[in-house]
Structure formats: structure tokens, C-alpha cells
């Protein structure tokens, strides 16, 4: 599985972004998907993630009510919309492959077998 994030940008605080992750598996369907992200001297961290049926979500405490993850697997596409951005929401967000097909969703970055280069996202105060 291969994964390409875009979206990322420089936003003021209250502002939106919304991130795409296209991938180029045929069996993209099959797999759960997560964005987590990495701000500078800090270790990657799980923002959501989405059932491979698109019918469980979960997400970081802290951007739940603001973040919204969502899939297409006609396109094989995943997106993350972020509204009421923070400054601390700045960081590189990657979006993930689960390493198993049909499994359940997870929070943990092990689970996540397959990455994409980073987007970056930088908030101002």
C-alpha cells in the first residue's frame, strides 16, 4: 500500500484545513486507515482513525468536536476536515495503513504497518 498525503498549509487559529490521503492499493477498502501526527520534537501521535467499512471512527480526545475523518473507497481516498485549528495542532500528519485487513480500529502507531509522507500543517496564534 502505498499513501500520498496533501492539504497540509499555514492557518490562522480558528481556521480549517482539510487533508487528503490518496492511496494506491487495489484492496484499499479492506483496510483501516489513521492520521497521526508529529510536531517537532515530539513523538508521533494517534489523531483518528477510521473502520475499514467506514462505520467506526475514534479520535484524540483533544480534537474530537473539531476534527471529522472520513473515506472514499471508490476513490480510494481517506480525508481528515480540521476546523477550529490550533496552534498546537501544528505538526507533520501522516496517514496510515492498518497492517491487517478487516480488523478492528486501533490508536496504536504499531498497528499501522503502511505510511505516507507527511503533510505539514502550521497554525498561527
Known amino acids: 500500500v502505498q499513501l500520498q498525503a496533501s492539504g497540509g498549509g499555514l492557518v490562522q487559529a480558528g481556521g480549517s484545513l482539510r487533508l487528503s490521503c490518496a492511496a494506491s492499493?487495489?484492496?484499499?477498502?479492506?483496510?483501516?486507515m489513521g492520521w497521526f501526527r508529529q510536531a517537532p520534537g515530539k513523538e508521533r501521535e494517534f489523531v483518528a482513525a477510521?473502520?475499514?467499512?467506514?462505520?467506526?471512527?475514534i479520535y484524540l480526545d483533544s480534537v474530537a468536536g473539531r476534527f471529522t475523518i472520513s473515506r472514499d473507497n471508490d476513490k480510494k481516498m481517506v480525508f481528515l476536515q480540521m476546523n477550529s485549528l490550533k496552534p498546537e495542532d501544528t505538526a507533520v500528519y501522516h496517514c496510515?495503513?492498518?497492517?491487517?485487513?478487516?480488523?478492528?480500529?486501533?490508536?496504536?502507531?504499531?498497528?499501522?504497518?503502511?505510511w505516507g509522507r507527511g503533510t505539514l500543517v502550521t497554525v498561527s496564534s
Open positions: 496510515a495503513a492498518d497492517s491487517d485487513r478487516f480488523s478492528s480500529i486501533s490508536t496504536s502507531v504499531r498497528r499501522y504497518g503502511y
Open positions: 492499493a487495489y484492496t484499499f477498502s479492506q483496510y483501516n
Open positions: 477510521i473502520r475499514w467499512s467506514g462505520s467506526n471512527t
